[in-house]
């Protein structure tokens, strides 16, 4: 029943929700937007790795090849090294160089500025047209970088928290998590509402809603979850 209510009234709850995490941790950012292309690759080469690792590992790239077209023709050892603090780098370094390569083939260069131009659900099929871009990149590609579009990212984080609150069934996955989160926001949202509320659900993830020993006494939204109520 629960989970029948939130989805029934899903803007109210997911306003609610933001609420409870705003009064929490307050507001997050400013941060800062990158190039579309730039977020492409922390994209590809942070999935399921420390954002600390992920930031540093970028950087490597971005200092020993000074472009992403240097990165795009380098040597795979090159490129594997450069990451290989990253999980998995060697699928990484493939995915990445095959993207970087796919996209010039298809646009001619590297670049992903027209996509400002086209509706959120088209850019998001167009972008997982490449290697190793699944929902969660595509959508970081669309709001987190300079494109700032209305495009909900969805984390491990994310995923979990959504789960115990409800709004998910358990099995699901990134994709299955967008198509049923997303046209829930509240229709008023911006771009940034989205991205704030994406580092909030993230921030509750890491600090108190944990995998293993979620710290559920002192989560800002335990009145709506289901794991609190079916609990207590």
């Known amino acids: ?105 298809m646009r001619g260069r590297l670049e992903l500025e027209f996509l400002a131009d086209w509706p959120v659900e088209s850019a998001l099929d167009w972008l997982e047209r490449l290697p190793g871009v699944g929902r969660k990149v595509s959508a970081a590609t669309l709001n987190f970088s300079s494109l700032k579009m209305k495009a909900l990212v969805i984390d491990t984080h994310h995923l979990r928290v959504m789960k115990r609150l409800g709004l998910l069934r358990r099995q699901a996955g990134f994709a299955e998590a967008y198509r049923h989160l997303m046209p829930r926001l509240p229709d008023y949202w911006t771009a940034a509402d989205v991205d704030e509320h994406h580092q909030l659900v993230k921030l509750l993830g890491q600090t108190t809603c944990h995998h293993d020993v979620p710290a559920c006494a002192d989560c800002p939204v335990a009145a709506l979850c289901e794991k609190t109520t079916r609990d207590g």
Do not use: C
Request: no cysteine; hydrophobic share 40%.
């Open 1 to 105: 029943m629960q989970l029948l209510l939130a989805f029934d009234d899903g803007a109210a709850t997911f306003a609610d929700i933001h609420s409870r995490l705003l009064t929490r941790f307050g507001r997050q950012g400013p941060w800062h937007h990158p190039d579309p292309v730039s977020q492409l690759v922390l994209g590809i080469v942070g999935g399921r790795t420390r954002g600390s690792v992920s930031l540093s590992a970028f950087e490597t790239l971005m200092q020993r090849f000074g472009s992403w077209d240097a990165v795009r023709d380098a040597r795979y050892a090159e490129v594997r090294k450069a990451i290989g603090t990253v999980t998995f780098p060697d699928n990484k370094t493939h995915y990445l160089q095959s993207a970087l390569r796919q996209l010039t083939q």
